[in-house]
């Protein structure tokens, strides 16, 4: 007998349900899960659509170049990310490793270890690349589609039986033997081509946008560099080891070390105005834990939605609040053109390092969206375009200047701090010319392509679950 409660997602069972001698652990027993492996019972198992599985090999050695190396922080839902790609040198372990597991487009990654259960196709833009010891390459049968494939697992049927199979703690993994329990609904031909259509109009959605966003920068570096000669050598400034006269440091102000680090790339910035004269800048305020709901009209955003690629709205987990916490605090909500950014975090290297505008509101939303206290929004006048001021503050002389603003060894951004950030001209007059708007129309275009990606996805997604639902009527 089982009975799921509706509180905490818990439920209970008799001793004589679970089988001990198989999995003890209660999650392998949730009644979700249960469900879903006897719904897939009767369908296609692992060996009839699964010819091969290969783990990756563990590299260390990295290097500015060299092949490919991805890891599990570069496997991402359907597409990798290679934003933070490490590349390792062709020794010759490396050429070994490369031959025992090398990637041919169309075969799939799925993370065994960590963040479990993350499933990737391999596109033209990564095949040949090396892969770490916590991804396996899965190779599907030549008359099965590996896009189908990839959707299905990334679909709730797909998930739920591999994380049902997850083992360890306190990082999980999964591995062959249980891998090979997995089951699949196979379609027909037809319909696994139609998924494979979506999914491949989603990928190259993806990389037009990537590609609009690139045009973007290039053309901002390209004018920001006739303004500012020394540009790219600015980062350079920042010193571990330094040492200043006592009437170059304002102790009113600050004296921490840090702070200071970041003058060479100040001095070199040419004329600027505070960031203050140009925008408003201010945090959110987190709210208490009752003034949370499961879901709602009014929405919170939290840092985790700050991706640098645009905002996430899809983890709606403790993203609604309680409409008196939404009343009361709506002088913070969110509005179009708004620059986000997480303003607090155990590591100071994340503070900065991710920033997104908001290009535009969900339609359930808009009316106005809150932001807890770990989030910053500047809120730039007219004589600032905000796409501009994104591309300045995402660059590495902004992160320096946004680094060099940090407090506390909990790592904090405060308002006021950010306020004294220095904007060159350079970035103002860029903003008022016809380059602003030519950055302004990429990204947003750039942003618009994302999320039709992102919809394609989930399009093949509910196709995939709408069928199996189908044809267990």
Do not use: C
């Not at 392998?28 to 599985?53: A, H, T």
């Not at 997995?182 to 989603?202: G, H, M």
């Not at 010193?239 to 006592?246: D, G, H, N, P």
């Not at 959110?284 to 645009?310: E, N, Q, V």
């Amino acid at each position: 007998m089982v009975e799921a409660q509706t509180r905490q997602n818990t439920f209970w069972l008799w001793s004589d349900v679970v089988n001990f001698t198989r999995r003890g652990d209660f999650d392998f027993w949730s009644p979700e899960y249960v469900k879903n492996d006897k719904l897939m019972s009767q369908y296609s198992p692992f060996r009839e659509v699964v010819e091969d599985i290969t783990n990756g090999v563990e590299l260390r050695k990295y290097s500015d170049t060299g092949e490919l190396y991805l890891r599990v922080g570069n496997i991402k839902e359907f597409f990798t990310d290679l934003d933070d790609i490490k590349l390792v040198p062709l020794t010759r372990e490396a050429v070994k490793v490369r031959e025992k597991v090398v990637l041919s487009e169309q075969d799939i990654l799925m993370s065994r270890s960590g963040s479990l259960g993350i499933i990737t196709v391999v596109t033209p833009d990564i095949k040949n690349s090396i892969i770490s010891s916590h991804i396996m390459r899965l190779r599907v049968k030549k008359e099965i589609s590996p896009y189908y494939i990839t959707t299905f697992l990334n679909s709730s049927f797909g998930k739920n039986q591999i994380l049902r199979r997850r083992n360890g703690s306190p990082v999980p993994e999964i591995n062959h033997q249980s891998l090979e329990e997995i089951r699949f609904f196979i379609p027909s031909k037809t319909i696994q081509q139609k998924v494979e259509q979506i999914v491949k109009e989603a990928f190259q959605l993806k990389t037009e946008a990537e590609s609009e966003y690139q045009q973007a920068v290039d053309v901002f570096l390209k004018n920001i560099k006739t303004h500012i000669s020394e540009w790219d050598d600015l980062t350079n400034e920042t010193q571990k080891a330094f040492w200043l006269w006592s009437d170059q440091v304002d102790i009113t102000n600050r004296i921490d070390p840090d702070y200071y680090s970041g003058e060479g790339i100040r001095n070199k910035l040419g004329k600027i105005k505070p960031l203050a004269d140009l925008a408003e800048i201010k945090i959110g305020k987190t709210p208490a834990f009752d003034d949370y709901l499961p879901s709602g009209d009014r929405r919170i955003m939290k840092f985790r939605a700050i991706t640098g690629r645009g905002i996430d709205w899809e983890n709606e987990e403790r993203g609604f609040v309680k409409e008196e916490f939404f009343q009361k605090n709506k002088k913070n909500k969110l509005e179009k053109n708004d620059i986000v950014l997480g303003s607090a975090a155990h590591q100071a290297h994340y503070i900065g390092k991710y920033l997104d505008i908001v290009d535009e509101l969900p339609k359930e939303f808009t009316d106005g969206i809150l932001t807890v206290a770990e989030v910053m929004t500047i809120r730039t006048s007219e004589m600032l375009n905000p796409f501009v001021l994104l591309l300045f503050l995402r660059s590495g002389v902004g992160y320096e200047l946004i680094q060099r603003q940090i407090k506390g060894q909990t790592s904090h951004l405060y308002p006021k701090d950010v306020e004294n950030i220095g904007i060159p001209e350079a970035v103002i007059k860029i903003s008022k010319s016809k380059i602003g708007t030519e950055v302004e129309g990429k990204i947003q275009s750039s942003l618009v392509k994302a999320r039709l990606s992102k919809q394609k996805l989930q399009e093949a997604k509910d196709f995939v679950e709408n069928l199996v639902k189908t044809n267990e009527k």
